[in-house]
C-alpha cells in the first residue's frame, strides 16, 4: 500500500505483512491523487508544482504532464486514458 503525505512532501510504501514503512518517493511539494496503471506505474499529482509525475516499479520519477491548473484527483477509463481533476472543479 501506498501513503501520500502531504506535509513532508513524501510517498510512503507500507508492507502488508508487517505495516513496515519505507520512503518510495521525496522532495514533492503536496503529492495527491496516487494511481496506478495496470502495469504496476505510478502517477501522482504535486498539485503546487502544478505536474503529474510517473514512478516506475523501482521509483524512478519523470514528468508525465507538466503546466497543469492544481491536478488533485486522477483516474483512468477503460481505454487506459488518464484524467484529472483540478482544485477549481474542473475535469480533463
Not at 25 to 40: E, M, Q, R
Not at 43 to 49: I, L
Not at 76 to 89: I, Y
Request: some cysteine; proline content about 4%; overall charge negative.
Amino acid at each position: 500500500m501506498f501513503v501520500s503525505d502531504q506535509k513532508s512532501g513524501c510517498i510512503y510504501e507500507f508492507d502488508p505483512d508487517d505495516a513496515t514503512r519505507t520512503t518510495f518517493a521525496t522532495g514533492l511539494n503536496s503529492p495527491v491523487g496516487l494511481l496506478f496503471d495496470s502495469h504496476g506505474i505510478l502517477y501522482v499529482a504535486d498539485s503546487p508544482a502544478n505536474v503529474i509525475y510517473k514512478y516506475t516499479t523501482n521509483g524512478v520519477r519523470t514528468t508525465f504532464a507538466r503546466r497543469l491548473d492544481w491536478p488533485e484527483n486522477l483516474a483512468f477509463d477503460s481505454r487506459g486514458n488518464l484524467f484529472m481533476s483540478t482544485g477549481n472543479g474542473k475535469i480533463f
